[in-house]
């Protein structure tokens, strides 16, 4: 098989990796199978829900930390995405009541856009809605953080992962119009784990994180961006097999190039010109790690 280009940077674009799971070896085997950067969301990381400040606190920098050391032991540049976890909102709720369990979301999100600023992290993901009908009574708690994490992300100039059930067009829309209300941009709002194609002119704006399946990339191919492949993988040891494993967007991307030179620069799509406009950054081979 032909390798990739050395100069093309090989992303996934929403994955999660924890310090008790497979972690850095993950990293490896997906740097092993061509990859060289990745987005790394945030998890819970411990058995609970997080129910004050300091817990979200924890579960950032364990993100943070674990980016660099990714970089550092696995040699895969990682850029760390973090927020309260939308569902987080529903269980905290159990002790904290909703408006507490509302406070707390509005909290965490204040600490991640800090994070944000002073360049720890580089979004705020995942912020949503939970992907299933809320319980009675927490409709409003769960707009309202939303709301606010995009008020967040604006101020912080930053972009906002979204997690939400799977969209069609007129998802993409009202998406997009939700946004639109707390003035966020939509070329700055991305739909991660999308499994239905809408082509782009068809997501108002929004950009597609699409699950690293066959049938996606194919229909992908001749779009414009912004989209991005990922797996969500989720490097829980419980759920082997839940999502994608981890090597599988550079595995993929190797076998779309492979024997097709022309498709060379298609790839840059997703992992270059994607990323260029949404993030402002563009990932390239062998950076360097900020001091
Ligand atoms: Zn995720």
Redesign the pocket.
Known sequence: MAPLPPDLPVVDH???LSPHGEGVAAAVRFRKAGGTHLFL?T?RYEPGVPVTLDDYDRQFRTTVELAAKLWTDAGVVAYPVIAPYPIDLLEAAKSLGVVGARELQFAALDLAGRMVESQQAVAL??VGRPHFPVPEGFGEAVDDVFRHALEVARDARCPAIV?CDDLDASGFRELASFAARSSFPPGKLVK??ARTFVRSEERAGVGASFLARRELIRACWEEPGPWFLET?F?DDPARPGAVLDLPTVPRRALAFWEGEPDRRERLRIPFVDSVKSVYGFAPAVGERRPA
């Open positions: 929403h994955c999660h969301a998890q993901g995942e997690h991660h784990y969500d989720l």
